[in-house]
């Protein structure tokens, strides 16, 4: 039996989305009301393996908090990109970095890095088959073909290491079987949304093993764009484009497994995407009345074209979501990625080795109407080349009559990163040019032991020590700024490579678990973890000042590195699988404390950037509920509810130009105190015909910040974090498929969904300028209601 046949097989009690979720294959026979006997026990609910821990484990048997799920979810819901992952965990939340469709904001308990530049570093680690995604820009891409995605909540530095402060996502991709098989699928819904997708898994030809995947897609914008209405605009570039939010995007993989020897096996994966598209539309949701972006566009303003009108910028500021819209420049979004990975695995008997070395190309362009309006306010463009290279030899194994499990390694990681970020405002009243680039090497060794020292008790220690090397490259250059006088280019700072010192860190981040097997359903554990993410260079930074003994370059931030975040992460858990296999129960509670935690603080001065902050100490707090229940054949049931409490104890600001601790008045970004979802897998029929099955997901987010701004102002022009704060959103996604339709010796699906049911429409993020631009704030919202056809045919 292919593989493609035996997931359709599996398909029909998968359980549904957002917690620790399994395939659950049909029922064998009822359950009876007496007691389970061991036979019931394997019925039920089934189980997913997972490598989350570097080998091959029951997912409620591994001690740390962990959701997984399986391809069999992952094809019913139609998940093809990693911005659809957001509710599979409970206190994940994924977002689109404003602006943009590929860079993403991944929070787990209450951790997010906000600012997308190419010298931050996420909070969670991304991983693609063990390779390293070290980058938000380009994040968001499409995967045609995967086994599983595992997310793992909490520090996770010992096995993964750098960047994995909140947590880590893994996606598996499916390896190449050696049967003949595959799968193609075509999509057609709203907007024009057409959506190509196909696996082929190739006949072990020798050695070797070969499987291509990949998908297309394409859709009409979301937003109309409309001739502009304001005479004599001196637009930063004509527009050229009728509508926004667009998506053409595709993907393609190539996998070969080759069997070296009984015991050896390669894998070579190379990937690649590419999307060229509109961004989303900044859309204008308010403009302080205090503030000054008005005179601007004044005809006897410096700057602006002459014939010019007064046009107040309030004219074009909408709370809700817009269908048409008007700006004045030409905006587009394109990346362009690659990988090559080889994995070498020797399995040697009493111990496994691997070898992981990757390489990792990112092209990324985009150019934004930032204030999404017909004036030319904000107009700015990142233009990005980026190269990653990894290396990673592990050692995984049993011993001492296979109650000590271990698993050893080394790591080396490598990346170069250019950034160019032209800028214009105010109709050209200021042009700048701005360039940051950064190098930084990293080598890493950890290990963790498994020791099994009572019957059912097992304590776990892991250490992971770090190296990490980083310098900088900073260029900005003022072309024009007619509020400062300076009508000819002036170069205010070009640091290159080794002008300021490098920043150079090195951390030790251990792990104690101890785990106990109340019962073959029931397990208890208590961890600590430490977590660490790198500081670094801020290379957007505008804050320069005369040179100095200390600093000769002028560049303050650049001469002194934000510190690394560090968080010591205290969790109790509990996992249960009961009621004859049916239910499945976890609960987590976690305590974790942050110091220097690294926050981006919005400015617009001369030039859009963000200054680093760290904020000293926080405290964040949460519970965390997973549970999968199968009633009956028919039917699975799963939910989860996540509460966070976050706290700052500690955040130095200046007030007034004295340092002050204004923990109290600091709100905490993409931290929502509730977030919950459930679903529903219901099987109506079946028969020689094929099967019908339903699904139904509801997911919901409470109200958050998007910025650690003030809660209080002494102004109203200050920026205030109720301003760019979410309401949250409550999501509802039905899907009905007619699967195992048989026709010409395959298996054919059709599926009818709607995407976003009762049409949520408060703006997921925003971008807040701040007084300087008039309190001007642009938001952004998550897709409407769509609806669609599937059709797929296995083999």
């Given at each position: 039996m292919s593989r493609f046949r035996a997931a359709s097989a599996l398909a029909s009690g998968m359980s549904a989305a957002s917690m620790t979720i399994v395939a659950a294959p049909a029922f064998a026979q009822e359950v009876a009301a007496t007691p389970p006997s061991k036979q019931d026990l394997e019925i039920g609910i089934g189980d997913i393996v997972v490598t989350a821990q570097k080998r091959s484990e029951n997912v409620q048997n591994v001690p740390i908090a962990i959701s997984a799920v399986s391809s069999a979810y992952l094809e019913s819901r139609g998940v093809d990109s990693i911005d659809k992952l957001g509710t599979i965990a409970p206190n994940m939340k994924i977002e689109r970095a404003p602006g943009s469709k590929t860079v993403s904001q991944i929070s787990i308990r209450g951790s997010v890095t906000i600012n997308p530049a190419i010298t931050w570093e996420p909070a969670v680690g991304l991983y693609m088959d063990g390779v390293y995604i070290a980058k938000a820009q380009g994040s968001i891409f499409d995967i045609a073909d995967l086994e599983r995605v595992e997310v793992l909540r909490g520090p996770q530095g010992t096995l993964y290491g750098r960047n994995a402060l909140a947590g880590a996502v893994n996606l598996i991709t499916r390896k190449?079987?050696?049967?003949?098989?595959?799968?193609?699928?075509?999509?057609?819904?709203?907007?024009?949304?057409?959506?190509?997708?196909?696996?082929?898994?190739?006949?072990?030809?020798?050695?070797?093993?070969?499987?291509?995947?990949?998908?297309?897609?394409?859709?009409?914008?979301l937003i109309d764009i409309v001739p502009n209405p304001v005479p004599n605009v001196p637009a930063a570039q004509a527009p050229k484009v009728d509508e926004a939010d667009t998506i053409n995007s595709g993907s393609f993989m190539v996998?070969?497994?080759?069997?070296?020897?009984?015991?050896?096996?390669?894998?070579?994966?190379?990937?690649?995407?590419?999307?060229?598209?509109?961004?989303?539309?900044?859309?204008?949701?308010?403009?302080?009345?205090?503030?000054?972006?008005?005179?601007?566009?004044?005809?006897?303003?410096?700057?602006?074209?002459?014939?010019?009108?007064?046009?107040?910028?309030?004219?074009?500021?909408?709370?809700?979501?817009?269908?048409?819209?008007?700006?004045?420049?030409?905006?587009?979004?394109?990346?362009?990625?690659?990988?090559?990975?080889?994995?070498?695995?020797?399995?040697?008997?009493?111990?496994?080795?691997?070898?992981?070395?990757?390489?990792?190309?990112?092209?990324?362009?985009?150019?934004?109407?930032?204030?999404?309006?017909?004036?030319?306010?904000?107009?700015?463009?990142?233009?990005t080349d980026y190269h990653a290279f990894s290396q990673e030899l592990q050692v995984t194994g049993k011993a001492i009559s296979d109650k000590l499990s271990?698993?050893?390694?080394?790591?080396?990681?490598?990346?170069?990163?250019?950034?160019?970020?032209?800028?214009?405002?105010?109709?050209?009243?200021?042009?700048?040019?701005?360039?940051?680039?950064s190098h930084t090497k990293a080598l890493a060794l950890y290990t963790q032991l498994d020791y099994e020292f009572l019957q059912g008790l097992k304590l776990t220690l892991g250490a992971r020590y770090t190296h990490e090397r980083k310098d900088i490259r900073r260029f900005f250059r003022i072309n024009y700024d007619a509020a400062s006088g300076i009508t000819s280019p002036l170069v205010v700072a070009d640091i290159g490579y080794g002008d300021v010192p490098d920043a150079k860190y090195n951390s030790f981040t251990p792990a104690v678990t101890l785990g106990y097997e109340l019962t073959d359903q029931v397990n208890v554990y208590a961890r600590y973890a430490k977590g660490f993410k790198s500081g670094g260079f801020n290379g957007e930074t505008n804050v320069f000042v005369a040179p100095t003994a200390d600093c000769p370059s002028g560049a303050t931030e650049l001469c002194n590195p934000y510190k690394p975040e560090t968080v010591d992460s205290y969790e109790l858990g509990i996992k249960t699988k009961t009621f004859g296999n049916r239910l499945i129960f976890n609960v987590s509670a976690f305590r974790d404390e942050h110091k220097n935690m690294q926050l981006a603080i919005f400015t617009a001065g001369t030039g859009a950037a963000s200054i680093v902050r760290n904020a000293g100490a926080a405290r964040i707090q949460g519970l965390e509920f997973e549970t999968v229940f199968h009633p009956f054949d028919a039917l699975t049931l799963n939910g989860s509810l996540a509460l966070l409490d976050p706290k700052?104890?500690?955040?130095?600001?200046?007030?007034?130009?004295?340092?002050?601790?204004?923990?109290?008045?600091?709100?905490?970004?993409?931290?929502?105190?509730?977030?919950?979802?459930?679903?529903?897998?219901?099987?109506?029929?079946?028969?020689?015909?094929?099967?019908?099955?339903?699904?139904?997901?509801?997911?919901?987010?409470?109200?958050?910040?998007?910025?650690?701004?003030?809660?209080?102002?002494?102004?109203?022009?200050?920026?205030?974090?109720?301003?760019?704060?979410?309401?949250?959103?409550?999501?509802?996604?039905?899907?009905?498929?007619?699967?195992?339709?048989?026709?010409?010796?395959?298996?054919?699906?059709?599926?009818?969904?709607?995407?976003?049911?009762?049409?949520?429409?408060?703006?997921?993020?925003?971008?807040?300028?701040?007084?300087?631009f008039g309190g001007m704030v642009a938001g952004y919202f998550p897709e409407p209601r769509t609806f669609g056809v599937t059709v797929g045919v296995k083999f």
């Open positions: 190449p079987s050696g049967e003949l098989g595959g799968t193609a699928e075509f999509t057609y819904g709203s907007f024009d949304e057409v959506k190509f997708r196909g696996v082929l898994d190739l006949p072990k030809l020798g050695i070797f093993s070969v499987k291509l995947s990949g998908q297309y897609r394409s859709r009409g914008g996998q070969v497994r080759a069997e070296l020897a009984e015991n050896i096996t390669a894998d070579y994966t190379f990937d690649y995407s590419r999307s060229k598209q509109q961004p989303q539309l900044s859309q204008l949701l308010q403009v302080n009345e205090n503030g000054d972006p008005r005179d601007i566009f004044d005809p006897n303003s410096p700057g602006y074209a002459s014939g010019g009108a007064y046009f107040p910028l309030n004219l074009y500021t909408d709370p809700k979501r817009v269908t048409t819209a008007s700006i004045d420049a030409d905006v587009y979004e394109k990346t362009r990625s690659y990988g090559h990975a080889l994995t070498l695995t020797g399995d040697f008997g009493g111990a496994t080795v691997k070898s992981t070395t990757a390489y990792r190309n990112l092209k990324y362009s985009d150019g934004l109407d930032l204030d999404g309006s017909p004036l030319p306010v904000a107009y700015t463009q990142r233009i271990y698993a050893a390694g080394a790591f080396y990681f490598t990346e170069k990163a250019e950034t160019a970020n032209p800028q214009s405002y105010f109709g050209g009243a200021t042009d700048l040019d701005s360039e940051y680039g700052y104890k500690r955040f130095m600001d200046l007030v007034n130009g004295v340092e002050t601790n204004v923990a109290d008045n600091r709100a905490f970004p993409h931290a929502p105190k509730v977030t919950a979802s459930g679903g529903a897998d219901l099987k109506v029929a079946q028969g020689d015909w094929g099967k019908l099955n339903l699904y139904a997901d509801v997911s919901y987010v409470a109200k958050y910040y998007t910025y650690p701004y003030a809660l209080a102002t002494a102004a109203p022009s200050d920026q205030n974090a109720h301003t760019s704060q979410s309401k949250g959103r409550t999501i509802v996604n039905l899907r009905a498929s007619l699967t195992q339709l048989p026709l010409l010796g395959a298996e054919t699906e059709l599926s009818l969904f709607v995407r976003n049911l009762t049409r949520e429409a408060s703006p997921t993020n925003f971008i807040d300028f701040g007084p300087s």
